[in-house]
C-alpha cells in the first residue's frame, strides 16, 4: 500500500519522532516564506534563498536563476533528506553549467545551430553546446536574478518570481514579461506554474531542471530508481542531440519505460541512441499530448528509501535526463562529488528544436496571446 505524505507525518508523529529527532519528519502547516542572504555577485547584487516549508516539504530557492537548492522530503520511516543535487554556495551556481534546479528559458532544451525561422526572419540565438543553442544561450534565465515575491494563500505558501527578458536577449525577439510561481500546497505537493506575454513574435519553452536523488543527494546512483513514463514514444537524436524529426516508437527498446522499470535495467545496452548520449538523453512524447490540465506522467521511485515522486503536466513531452555529463569535479552540498548516474532530470517541455519541425507541437508566442503551462510534483513513502 502507498502512503501518502500524511499518514507518514502522522505516523512518525504518533512514534514521537515529531518535535524530537533532528532529521526527521514532523506535522507542519505551512509556515510564511522566509529569506536569506545567500551571496553576492561580481557587481554588488544580493542574492537571496528563500526558505519553503508546508505539508512536510522543505524547500529553499534561490533569487539567482530561480535555482531550487534544496528539496527536502521524508522516506518511509519519516526521516529527511535532500533529494536535489546542487552547490552550498553562490559561485559554484555562476561559474556552473549543468543547470542545477534552474528555471530554463527562454527556450528549454536545443535547438539545432542555434538558429530558427519565425514569419520569414531568421534569428541567430547564442550558441553554448556545440554548434547548438541549450536552455536559452550561455546566459538564459538560470544565469539572471529573479524578483521575487513570497505569498501565502489560504493553506499554500510560495514564491512569485518575475524576470522581463528584453528583446534581443540571447538573440530572441520580442520583450518576454515572465512570471513563474512556486507552490507548496497544504498537502506537500510542489506545484509550478509558468506565465509570460510578449510585444513581438517569438518562441518560448520554459522547464525546470531539478536533478533528483531519492535516497538523497551525495548517496549515490539513480540506477536502481523505478521509472514508469506515460510515452509510447521518444524523439531519437544526431550526434549532437537534436531531433531528427521521427517519433519512434519505444515498444522493444530499451526506451520502454511504460511499464515500471528499474533505470539502470538497460542503460548499458548497446542500443545506438543510448551510445551517442551516454546514456538517456532524450524527449519522451507523452500519450496525453497538450492537456487543459495537468496529467499524472511520471512515477519515480527509490526502492531503499520508498521515497515516490509522482510527476503531472499539461505539456506534450518530457525530457529524461540519467546524469550522463557528471564527472566527478563537482562537489555538492554534502561534500560528496557526483559522478555519472548520480542524479537524473525529468524537464516537462515542448519538444526540442520544435521551432525547426513544423510537425512537432508549435512553441510560437505572440502577442496578445498569453503562454501558461503547470506541473505538479507529488510525494510520498512506501
Known amino acids: 500500500m502507498e502512503l501518502n505524505r500524511r499518514t507518514v507525518i502522522a505516523g512518525a508523529a504518533a512514534a514521537g519522532l515529531a518535535a524530537t529527532a533532528a532529521g526527521t519528519a514532523h506535522a507542519s502547516s505551512g509556515r510564511k516564506p522566509a529569506k536569506e542572504l545567500f551571496g553576492t555577485l561580481a557587481d554588488g547584487t544580493k542574492v537571496h534563498r528563500w526558505s519553503l516549508e508546508n505539508g512536510g516539504t522543505r524547500l529553499k530557492v534561490l533569487s539567482y536563476g530561480g535555482i531550487v537548492q534544496s528539496l527536502e522530503i521524508p522516506d518511509r520511516h519519516g526521516r529527511y533528506a535532500n533529494v536535489s543535487l546542487g552547490y552550498d554556495d553562490l559561485a559554484a551556481y555562476v561559474a556552473g553549467t549543468t543547470f542545477f534546479g534552474a528555471t530554463i528559458g527562454r527556450y528549454g532544451n536545443r535547438i539545432a545551430k542555434g538558429r530558427f525561422t519565425l514569419d520569414g526572419r531568421t534569428y541567430q540565438l547564442s550558441v553554448n553546446d556545440g554548434e547548438n543553442s541549450l536552455h536559452g544561450g550561455a546566459e538564459g534565465f538560470d544565469k539572471k536574478v529573479w524578483d521575487v515575491e513570497p505569498f501565502t494563500a489560504g493553506p499554500d505558501v510560495g514564491l512569485r518570481m518575475y524576470r522581463t527578458s528584453p528583446d534581443g536577449e540571447m538573440g530572441y525577439p520580442g520583450t518576454l514579461r515572465t512570471k513563474v510561481t512556486y507552490t507548496l500546497t497544504r498537502h506537500g505537493d510542489w506545484r509550478i ?34 521509472l514508469w513514463l506515460g510515452a509510447s514514444r521518444y524523439t531519437p537524436t544526431d550526434a549532437g542531440l537534436i531531433p531528427t ?11 520502454d519505460f511504460t511499464r515500471t522499470k528499474p533505470i539502470g535495467r538497460d542503460i548499458r545496452v548497446g542500443h545506438p541512441q ?34 515516490t515522486l509522482r510527476i503531472l503536466t499539461d505539456q506534450p513531452g518530457v525530457q529524461f535526463y540519467s546524469g550522463n555529463f557528471l564527472d566527478g569535479t563537482l562537489v555538492g552540498p554534502s561534500g560528496h562529488t557526483y559522478r555519472q548516474g548520480d542524479g537524473l532530470a525529468l524537464e516537462t517541455q515542448h519538444f526540442p528544436d520544435s521551432p525547426n519541425e513544423p510537425s512537432f507541437p508549435s512553441t510560437v508566442l505572440r502577442p496578445g496571446q498569453r503562454y501558461r503551462t503547470t506541473t505538479i510534483h507529488t510525494f510520498a513513502a512506501r
Open 193 to 226: 506554474d509558468y506565465d509570460a506575454v510578449t510585444d513581438r513574435p517569438t518562441v518560448v519553452n520554459l522547464t525546470n531542471h531539478t536533478y533528483y536523488n531519492l535516497a538523497g543527494e551525495g548517496s549515490g546512483g539513480i540506477h536502481d530508481h523505478e
Open 274 to 307: 543510448l551510445v551517442t548520449a551516454k546514456g538517456y538523453d532524450h524527449n519522451f512524447v507523452l500519450d496525453k499530448g497538450v492537456t487543459a490540465r495537468p496529467e499524472h506522467v511520471v512515477t519515480l521511485r527509490d526502492p531503499g528509501s520508498g521515497r
Open 245 to 255: 524529426g521521427e517519433l519512434a516508437r519505444v515498444a522493444h527498446t530499451p526506451f
